[in-house]
């Protein structure tokens, strides 16, 4: 009994009867579909526990209710489903994505990432969603047949929202869609679009928390001005925080609202049929109204301008980029410093690929620690390099 949980899919919607399968061949699981395996898999793989002490705008540490890397995936994957089920998408599939879509971030978030990626020009660069890829594909150790999680085709598709060309054409059949400028599935569509909403969302809770923007300075926002002179209007008396996540429920529900009527009006003009035909269409079919997505980017711009880039936090993020970057400088300079595993790990890639091999060793490394993590690291390697003559 194969695919039953995935009842009541509309026809473009992955089946999992007909994946396009993984890349070692396995006998098909008992009880649950094949993505039901992928969201079991993901959820039980080291990197996503890692999340739970990775952030994104605010350091580990700095505060218990801030949202963190799981938290944020969990919320991302709730919206999703919603949406999914409204649309009779594939839920488990759409969850397996958003689960695993931020397991190749580095520690520290952007600024870790940016990090990195300066660190290794050199040596092919460093994508965040390419390394989630790398994890699901390569990185994880827990199967005694293969490397990685070995996912369906499908799931590969939603984790890999973005590539650069170069790169994707080192990714076979996966990286194809890159290269003729194809759309990923519908589930995979929706994974991104629920990412943005969640974080534009949760980012102005956390924000109002951390004292760094104000609900005046929203004001200026419309979406959030339209949904807050409402909740005050209705509840006068309610206290501020209240009002504020009442707020931001009704802007999330009208977000959500809208990517259901906006995504199922565009796929019925589109008159998509299957999966490969809404691979084939020449847009993506789930975005939001142009009215609903103008609101949604001015929200976005405002936390741009107003909490991704308030001295504190650039502040913070100065000092996450200078930890990424000792880091990997230390650890590509002197092997000694890596754990055993990576040392033997970094031996073998500089023998098959030479400098850049041992470099996507370390930067594999970096990249799999957690906020914490980083920081014990950098301060103990400072103690070694201390200790030197
Ligand atoms: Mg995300």
């Not at 605010?58 to 949202?67: A, I, P, Q, S």
């Amino acid at each position: 009994m194969t695919g039953s949980a995935d009842v009541g899919l509309a026809p473009y919607a992955a089946d999992p009867a007909r994946t396009r399968g993984r890349r070692y061949a396995e006998p098909p699981p008992e009880y649950r579909s094949e993505f039901q395996r992928d969201r079991d898999r993901i959820v039980h793989c080291n990197a996503f526990r890692r999340l739970t002490y990775k952030t994104q705008v605010f350091v580990n540490h700095e505060g218990d209710l801030y949202r963190t890397r799981v938290t944020h995936s969990l919320e991302v994957a709730q919206i999703a489903r919603t949406v999914a089920r409204a649309l009779q998408l594939n839920e488990t599939l759409t969850e397996a994505i958003c689960l695993a879509h931020d397991l190749g971030h580095t520690p520290f978030g952007h600024a870790g990432q940016d990090a990195l990626n300066a660190c290794m020009r050199e040596f092919g660069g460093f994508e965040h969603n390419l390394q989630s890829l790398r994890v699901v594909d390569q990185l994880e150790e827990r199967y005694a047949e293969f490397d990685g999680l070995n996912l369906t085709f499908e799931c590969r598709e939603g984790i890999l929202k973005h590539c650069s060309l170069e790169n994707a054409k080192l990714l076979g059949e996966l990286g194809q869609r890159f290269v003729r400028g194809q759309q990923p599935g519908l589930e995979a569509q929706l994974a991104n679009l629920a990412d943005a909403i969640a974080y534009n969302n949760h980012d102005v809770d956390d924000g109002v928390r951390a004292g760094l923007i104000s609900v005046e300075e929203l004001r200026g926002v419309a979406l959030f001005d339209r949904y807050y002179s409402e909740v005050v209007a209705r509840y006068p008396a309610s206290a501020p925080r209240r009002q504020l996540h009442e707020t931001i429920r009704r802007m999330v529900n009208a977000l959500v609202v809208d990517l259901v009527t906006n995504a199922q009006r565009c796929i019925d003009t589109a008159g998509v049929k299957t999966i490969e035909q809404v691979r084939e269409h020449e847009r993506a079919l789930v975005n939001l109204s142009p009215a609903m997505y103008a609101e949604h980017v001015e929200l976005k711009r405002f936390l741009n301008r107003s909490l991704y880039r308030h001295p504190q936090v650039i502040e913070m993020t100065q000092r996450a980029r200078q930890v990424v970057t000792d880091l990997f400088v230390a650890l590509l300079a002197d092997g000694s410093l890596l754990p055993l595993e990576h040392r033997e790990a970094a031996a073998r890639a500089e023998d098959a690929h030479s400098k850049a091999g041992r470099a996507r060793v370390v930067a594999d490394y970096v990249a799999g620690m957690t906020d914490r993590f980083a920081f014990q690291e950098h301060e103990r390697i400072a103690r070694v390099q201390a200790s030197q003559p």
